[in-house]
Every structure is written in C-alpha cells, then in structure tokens.
DNA sequence: CTGAAAGCGCTTACAG
DNA sequence: CTGAAAGCGCTTACAG
C-alpha cells in the first residue's frame, strides 16, 4: 500500500534493485560498486557494471541526497538575471563548482527588498548545499538571519560582520575613478550614481566625494544625479544633470551601462566624448572595449569575484579548495577621457 | 543502526516528527495540514500551524522530491552564461516557471560538442523535471536520445522533428536584413556570418543569400567572413573584409554583438558609419540603442521564446498553461543605415 | 476526522 | 567479500 511507483521522470528507468536482480547481486553490492566503496570482488564489479549499463542505471539523485543531506546544488541571488554585469560573476562561480559537480541556481532579487526575501526564503526551502548572496536591499540582520538557516551562505558585494564575504572595495573604486580624472585636470567633475540607499552605490559616491574633498574642491550636489545602474538611467541622469545648467567637463558613471546611456544623452545635446565631456565608467564590461569611443573605466574582476567565493564555499562545505586571487581594483585607460586644456 | 542523521543542512532543521510531537498529533496529520489534504479539524490545523511556527519546520525537499519524482527544478543549456544574448531568455523562462515554483539551473555547453553532450548527461542525472536545450552542437539524434530520458525536454534555436521546439526563423531574419539594405539602395552589402556549422548562423546566410538572389545580384563569397558571435569577432571578421579590398556599401552582422565590434573596426580604418557604411545588426540586444550611431537590427523577442518555451513546457508537466504569443521578427530602425545615393 | 504502517530509492553499519 | 536490514524524511492508502 502506501506511496505508488512515482509517475516523476525520475522513477520511470531501472532502480538499483533491477540492476541488483540483472547483476544476481544484492542492491547493497551495487550501491558499492557505484560508490567505488570497500574492496567489490572484480567478478562481481564487472557483471554489475555489464548490467548498471545494459539498463542505463542512473542512480535517484532524490534519494541520495535525502540520505546525504547533499544536493549538490547551490543557489545564487542577484540583482537582475540580465544585463553583462553578473555574467562574468555566474561563469566564474561555475567554472569552480562545476569541478566537485555542484550546480548553480540563479534566482533575481530585482532590487526589492520584497522579493528579495521572498527569493531567499524559496532558496532556504530548496535544501541547497550553498548560498551565494548579492544582496541590494536585505540587512544584515536578514542575512545573518539566512545564514543560520542551515545552507553556507557567502555575502557577495558587500561586507557583513560575521559572514564570509567577498567584497571588493567601491569607496576605492570611486575614488580611484574621481582621482584620474583630477590628474587629467578636470575640476569640475560630474556623477551620475547608482540608486540611493544602496551599498555600492553609495560608497562610490562616497569615494567620489572624497577624492574631490582630498583635492580640496567642494562636493557640490548639484553635479550629482541618480540612475538606476541601466544606460536608461544613465540617459535620464546625463539630460537632468545638463538641465540643471551647472557646467561640468568630466563625468564618472557608477557603471559602465549608465556610462553609455550617458554618452547618448550627451552626443543628443551636441557634446563630444572626450573632446566636450570627459567619461569615465566602472565595471570593465566587454562592451566598453567596443563602444566608441572606448570607454576609460574601473575594472572590476567579477569573474574573479565569483571563482573566490566559490572557493571559500567550498573550503565551508570541507572540500580542499584552492586560495583565491586578489581582487584588485584597476584603472583602465581607453579613449573617453582626455586632458583638459588648461588654458 | 543504517544511516546516522545526516549532517548536511537540510537534516539540520526540525522534522516532521519533532512537530508531530510538538502538535501532540502523529506526523500523517501533520503532513495533511501543509499539503492542505482533506479535512483536518480546524483546532488540530491551528495546533500543528502553531508547532510548524515554533520549530520553524521546513518540509525536507529531497523526501518530497523522492517520494513525488518531482524536483521542482528545470534545466537550461545555452552555449554561455555571459553576454547579452541569452538574459532575456533566461528572464522569460524564469518568469513564467517561478509562478509555479519551479526553478532554473543554467549551465553553459561553450559551444563544443563534447561539453555540451557533458552538461546534458549530468543535468539528465540531476532529476529535473524539465529540460530547455538551445543546442549548437548536438545532432537531432542525441536530442532525441536525451528527451527519450525521462525529464520533459523543449528545443530552443531549431526545430527538431518529432520534439516540442520553440525557434525563430533565423534564415527569414537574414532574408529581412539584406532586403532592408536593398531598399536602402546598396547593392554591395557585405555580411558577418556566425561560426559555420551552426543552425541559426547558417540559416541567417542563407536569408541573406536568398534576398541578393531574389534581387538578381550575384552573391559573392569574398564579402562574407566568419566570426564568433561576440563582438571580438565581429571586429576581426570587418579587419578581413576590408583587408580583401572588395567594395561594400553596407554591412549585414549575423548578430549585435558581432556588429559592435564591426562598428569599432571600421572606424578604426577611418570609415564612417553610416555615411561611408550602412551596418545592420541582428536581435535587437539592449545595448543596440545606446551605441552611436544606434543600431539599425532585427529584433527577436528572447524573453518571449522563453516564456513560450515555459509555457509549452508545462503543459508537458499537465498544469494549465496560458498559450505562447506570436514570436515575430522585427526590423527595428535606428540610425546605422543610411539610404545610398544613387549618384 | 485521525493514526499506524508501508514504502519512495538509496546507503551503510552490522553480521557472517 | 557479500547480503539482510534499518533508516533518511516524508506522504498516502488503509483502518478505525
């Protein structure tokens, strides 16, 4: 009585026990053979082996993980499931877990706070051996909160005390971007920043501000306008900012995409990048080698960023993992930024 | 004796039993209120919801998945994760799956035959309940084997006879762009294949030769070059065209990417788009409009493919589904094609 | 309306 | 070296 044979697609091939019946060997035998477990009497390994392939056997991966407590899946949350930003993150995720056989779940988060929890909660109710997390909108009690949960989770983007996390340093990265342009003789630099009230966002602004502080320029607000990290809001940042009268003969984006929405809004007023306007992006996305003029930038090693976390993941789920590399920061120099005529 | 508690995460939590206990009531009635199942006494339900709170039970997913045959979990093999190609895809499957609590893995064939016969072994393994392959090296054959495997499988990108598939007509897209640039009055018009061999680059040659035929021009095999699909190929396939010294007018890229790269080349030689040359890109990708000059493209309605893909699928797995929309290519117009003047 | 029991497909400690 | 049995955490047909 009890529960049919599922009608599931996993139930429909062969179970351990036909191959066990095929072979003339107990399940028990089997499950060795395929676990390569203790010392299995070569006789016996070949006549298995013969049978698990004449019924192209592949064990329940439900049942193994029910056993196991593994599912040999983890999860992934992020922003936004397109755009080139998180791609570079997700292949350098899977190209480390792939290698112990662990799959990747990406779930989007959509930059709201409600979906967001809603996504981390369906991932905890997953059984998922790994978390990785790119918050925009959780706090850091939600996600200390996630983390005790059960799965290992890794904090991507942002440092949380008392979580493992992989964050690269945007305050410097602002900073290291507002700073360029000042040795190119810019003083009147203009920003365009990502949402407000999130963490990236926020620390490249404040990075910005301090380069310029460090200058001894004052930070005035009226050159700062708010996208929403798409070339759309870029291009909606740019038209408010040359609306707004106030002049300016640089401006850094707090990424790539809004760098290039930029340079649309500006080319539409008649500015020429670089000639009339200096640009500067952040992220190194592969499409800022390409625009023209090419983008001058940050580069973010986001595939680097994926392959450490996925690394510190493991060394958590008690694999030998190797040491990931340094994320560092690093200016790219290409042709939308130019010296400004002191004259 | 057999199996200790598990020390993976899932085994960490509550189970059935301890709320059972909790509940004062026997795990089956327990396991009816969360599934809703016949009729519990309401005090009983109010009990065991409180238990369930208490403990913060979570069901364990792998007993159900083992015990139903369903994961609750679809698979997806594209040729990359990267790029901008493949997100709007993602999104749409992602959207339509997610209303029924389905999840996605995504998992990148590179392209290579041998990866990608890997990547649909090992998700044929995982116990999906459903499989979107877009395929571009894999025969219709090993299509067929892997859907003949257990899991719903949906081909994406070409049609396979005898299997669900969702595909755009690549060669009348090509056929759409080469006969826009005829109208435009070019008569040379020059063309970036994708990778030879696969499907949709194929296809979209194919449309291009077609509308030069239909026009009565001779199609001259000196103004086609090959390239990856990615910008980088894009730019080095222009490099060879011009390099060869055959005239075009008009430049047809079998993708956006690809004509990104071609853009930045031949403003490299010192040519101008459009003034000097039309370009003509393909897909319509985001990032088409915020070039300069903005692309002139066909667009495909990724994120419809995918919810259509979806949608078939589930109607695969017997839920209700809603019917897929018309999936129409598109000439979207912007500023990279210019009339030629017939002077 | 509720519970005891069987069983989903595996794996592993125990016996031999 | 190999097998019989217990058990992972659930769900559901059967009894009551």
Redesign the interface.
């Known amino acids: 009585m009890a529960?049919q044979r599922?009608?599931?697609?996993?139930?429909?091939?062969a179970r351990i026990r036909d191959v066990a019946k095929a072979a003339g060997v107990s399940p028990a035998t089997v499950s060795r053979v395929l676990n390569n477990s203790a010392g299995v009497g070569e006789a016996l390994r070949k006549r298995v082996l013969g049978a698990v392939e004449r019924l192209q056997y592949?064990?329940?991966?439900?049942?193994r993980?029910?056993?196991?407590?593994?599912?040999?899946?983890a999860g992934l949350l992020v922003a936004e499931?397109?755009?080139?930003f998180y791609?570079?993150l997700?292949?350098g995720l899977?190209r480390v877990l792939?290698e112990h056989?662990l799959?990747?779940?990406?779930?989007?988060g959509r930059r709201r706070h409600e979906v967001e929890w809603e996504v981390v909660n369906?991932l905890?109710?997953?059984?998922?051996?790994l978390l990785f997390l790119w918050p925009e909108a959780l706090s850091q009690e939600e996600l200390r909160w996630a983390a005790a949960?059960?799965?290992?989770v890794v904090i991507l983007g942002q440092e949380v005390p008392g979580l493992p996390c992989v964050a690269l340093d945007h305050a410097h990265g602002g900073y290291l971007a507002t700073r360029y342009l000042l040795q190119a003789g810019h003083l009147r630099i203009a920003h365009v920043a990502g949402p407000q009230g999130m963490q990236d966002a926020v620390s490249r602004l404040a990075g910005y501000q301090r380069a310029l502080a460090e200058r001894g320029l004052e930070v005035d607000p009226e050159l700062v306008a708010y996208g929403n990290f798409?070339?759309s809001g870029g291009?909606r940042a740019a038209r408010e900012l040359l609306s707004r009268g106030r002049p300016f003969s640089a401006l850094f984006a707090a990424n790539d995409q809004m760098a290039?929405?930029v340079?649309?809004a500006l080319?539409e007023a008649g500015l020429r990048v670089p000639q009339d306007v200096s640009l500067m992006g952040y992220d190194d996305i592969?499409?800022a080698?390409?625009?023209?003029p090419?983008l001058t930038t940050i580069r973010q090693p986001l595939e680097e960023v994926g392959k450490a976390a996925a690394l510190r993941a493991l060394q958590a789920l008690g694999y030998a993992a190797g040491t990931p590399q340094e994320l560092a920061l690093e200016v790219i120099e290409r042709s939308s930024v130019r010296p400004l005529d002191s004259s």
Chains 1, 2 share one sequence.
Request: glycine letters at 16%; a positive charge; zero cysteines.
């Open positions: 529960v599922g009608e599931g697609q996993v139930g429909e091939g592949r064990p329940n991966p439900h049942a993980a029910l056993l196991s407590g593994r599912s040999h899946t499931v397109d755009g080139p791609g570079p997700y292949r899977e792939s056989r799959h990747l779940i990406m779930a989007s369906s905890l109710g997953r059984g998922l051996d949960q059960g799965p290992k798409r070339e291009y290039i929405g340079a649309a080319e592969i499409m080698r390409y625009v023209r090419a």
